[in-house]
């Protein structure tokens, strides 16, 4: 093969690499919910990863807006040392019934803010809990987040799942995203086995980080091998030359 048109296919080749190498990165970059499964009537505790994106300041603040058409009766937090977390309790759009019980009220977002001292900095990220339900029978819920930084930029995470900035969501009824992460306690085992619950979504989270590590990994040695053997045919072609 010419050294021009071999030349073209491994430049090619280590584009390829490159953006299988950015491809994770990206997704691993969105505010999450884990697990983004749950039954309905049932009691979940969900896992919002929040990563900083920012390369010079950092995450002081996440607000995650909560469903008022479809509202969780019971909504708590689980503490995070150097943040202050407040839930937002506001009057509905329309009463709801739920299992017979007419509610007028309800909590309507809930807002994690850092402490003096304390950021989520570049190259970091943070999680933050909370305890939902019943789970309302619908199709899916998003749960549109607000991530605030320490230089005043604000980003919105309200997008569709193809958007740029995407909603974390809760699927219910309705079929999961491809790449969902596992699903919810049952109802009347949650309030029993809120610790075991707590270790399952921590244990799986890290599973996924680990696995984008892996997966980073893998991307750089595969660019690094196409990269050398780019080397070895340039130079070949200039001793021919």
């Known amino acids: 093969m010419p050294i021009n048109k071999t030349t073209r296919a491994l430049t090619a080749l280590i584009a390829g ?4 190498l950015a491809a994770p990165l990206a997704a691993s970059a969105h505010v999450s919910v884990s697990p983004d499964q749950a039954e309905p009537g049932s009691y979940s505790l969900l896992t919002f990863r929040v ?17 008022t058409d479809t509202p969780f009766a019971s909504v708590s937090v689980e503490p995070v040392d150097g943040w202050t977390a407040t839930v937002n309790r506001g009057a509905l759009p329309e009463p709801v019934d739920q299992n017979g019980t007419e509610i007028t009220e309800a909590a309507t977002s809930i807002t994690w803010q850092a402490d003096e001292g304390t950021q989520i900095d570049p190259g970091e990220f943070q999680r933050f809990a909370i305890s939902v339900g019943p789970v309302p029978e619908t199709g899916s819920i998003a749960l549109p987040a607000t991530q605030t930084y320490s230089d005043g930029e604000v980003v919105e ?11 974390p969501v809760l699927y219910v009824t309705d079929a999961p995203a491809a790449d969902h992460h596992g699903g919810a306690a049952d109802g009347d085992d949650a309030a029993a086995d809120a610790d075991d619950d707590s270790a399952t979504v921590t244990a799986s989270s890290t599973s996924s980080d680990d696995g984008v590590a892996r997966g980073l990994g893998i991307a750089a040695l595969v660019v690094a091998a196409l990269a050398l053997v780019f080397a070895g045919y340039s130079a ?5 030359a």
Do not use: C, H, M, Q
């Not at 990563?51 to 469903?67: D, K």
């Open 236 to 240: 070949f072609g200039r001793r021919k």
């Open 51 to 67: 990563p900083n994106e920012s390369e010079t300041a950092g995450t002081i603040a996440l607000s995650v807006a909560l469903p």
């Open 157 to 167: 995470w309200a997008d569709d799942a193809d958007g740029e900035y995407p909603a």
């Open 17 to 20: 690499g490159v953006l299988a």
